[in-house]
């Protein structure tokens, strides 16, 4: 069982080296945590972007450029395409976001010719570690999907557990997330959590258990659920925490990161290669975690 975002690296490092393609590759952070992912023997980049700002980033970061592929683009939406047709020719094993807009690389990502579709809803995931949680935890989906309806989150949990199954939590306890416990017509959330957790009992959705409604505080403390009157295997206890739409998700993604101390790492699942997607403003960090993530994904 992982405990810490750190172990990501050390995991990722036992694997083979994988070529990332990194579109908008033009950002301080991002070469730093790439700088660092090539030292901890994880991958070996290919950075797309603008090339002057990228060899003059470089330098002040001390990223030796020697033996690593750099390709001219002088706008962030051919960064994205020739990243993703890399990743579909098979000449990079994963795609990494750089400084660019979610919506450009998207873009590229669901292009029906020229991009990664799986046949799969894409969704993103972002494990936590929190100073006020006994374990790690994901979130999910605070990126990709505005507002999810019934199916599209069966698709979302599916998403997020095989991650969790992928990194050794066999069978995570997913908190369906609303503002309240209890189920009320007029709140969408509270439906979808109830339907979700009924689907799960029936056998539709496997590999993990599934609780809601279920507010945050229940769903991360098990004072606040008893407090609260409310048994649960998954209250106090959650691996997953499922949003009801991306406002919720991102607000709650950026307190967790801005607000509340708390590491990151971030992909996207459900396309044929594994996304390292994190926010701009995200630190080296967070980016270095997520491109371990991504390795252990693809390996």
Known sequence: ??????????????????????AAAEDEDV??????????????????GDKYKILRIARNVNLELGNIEVIDSNNNVDSCRIAVEMVKAGNADILMKGLTKTSDLLKAVLDKQNGLSAG???????????????????VTDVAMNIAPGLEDKVQIINNAVAVCHQIGIKMPKVAVAAAVETVNPKMEATLHAARLKEMNQEGKIKGCIVDGPLAIDIAVSKDAALHKGVNSDVAGDCDVILVPDIEAGNMFYKALSFLGGAASASIIMGASAPIVLTSRSDNDKSKLLSIALAALIKN
């Open 120 to 138: 799969k809803l894409i969704s993103h995931v972002a494990f936590f570690q929190s100073p006020y949680y006994h374990k790690i935890f994901c």
């Open 31 to 48: 070469l730093i945590a790439v700088k660092s992912a090539v030292e901890e023997g994880i991958v070996i980049p290919v950075l797309i």
């Open 1 to 22: 069982m992982i405990k810490e975002l750190s172990e990501f690296i050390q995991l990722a490092k036992e694997k083979a080296i994988l070529r990332i393609a990194v």
